[in-house]
């Protein structure tokens, strides 16, 4: 089993910064990609940020120059570096990666619980 744990969410100011973590741990072979989704009140869950093994990255356009995916391939963690955040930030973030568990196996995937942050003053 594969498990995915995020951390860093809560209440933030408009302007201020959040950073959020995502931890995989179990019987992993290989992580292609690593991702944040989102979803708020009343919408559709959405990508937010993409990265893949080989550091590429692919970004929505409401986050482009605001927010910074990244990730520690040694550790199997991925971040979220959220800067000049906006009350329409605010929404239920999703870790998201896609794994093989064993050599040769399909890709699997996988979803966190989601850490909430809210954007208000």
């Known amino acids: 089993q594969v498990q995915l744990v995020e951390s860093g969410g809560g209440l933030v100011q408009p302007g201020g910064s959040l950073r959020l973590s995502c931890a995989a741990s179990?019987?992993?072979?290989?992580?292609?990609?690593m991702a944040w989704y989102r979803q708020a009140p009343g919408k559709e869950r959405e990508l937010v940020a993409q990265?893949?093994?080989?550091?590429?990255?692919n970004y929505a356009e409401f986050v482009k120059g605001r927010f910074i995916i990244s990730r520690d391939n040694a550790k199997n963690m991925v971040y979220l570096q959220m800067n000049s955040l906006k009350p329409e930030h605010t929404a239920i973030y999703y870790c998201?990666?896609?794994?093989?568990?064993?050599?040769?196996?399909?890709?699997?995937?996988?979803w966190g619980k989601g850490t909430p942050v809210t954007v208000s003053s």
């Open positions: 998201n990666i896609l794994v093989r568990l064993d050599y040769g196996k399909p890709l699997a995937a996988y």
């Open positions: 990265i893949t093994s080989d550091g590429s990255t």
């Open positions: 179990g019987s992993i072979f290989s992580i292609t990609s």
